[in-house]
């Protein structure tokens, strides 16, 4: 599966991670990431429930960040 993450800037293009990125960069503890709203919403719950069923806590959530509705991303943090 790959999702793409935010973008940091409005120029910027969305990169995409794929599961087994996300993994290995979250082997080491904590990690936060930072998921486009151009990914579908299961897809992410799949993802946060993939690191629960491995015995890890995974929180995903929307942040806003502006007054419109499609002003969000998803923030999925891994402990």
């Not at 995974?58 to 002003?71: I, N, P, Q, T």
């Amino acid at each position: 599966m790959d999702f793409k993450l935010a973008k940091q800037n409005l120029q910027d293009k969305s990169e995409k991670i794929t599961l087994k990125q996300i993994q290995e960069a979250a082997q080491d503890g904590e990690k936060i990431f930072y998921f486009s709203n151009e990914n579908q919403h299961k897809d992410l719950l799949k993802l946060a429930e993939t690191f629960q069923k491995s015995g890890r806590s995974a929180h995903l959530r929307e942040a806003k960040f502006g007054l419109d509705e499609k002003e969000y991303i998803y923030e999925l943090h891994i402990i």
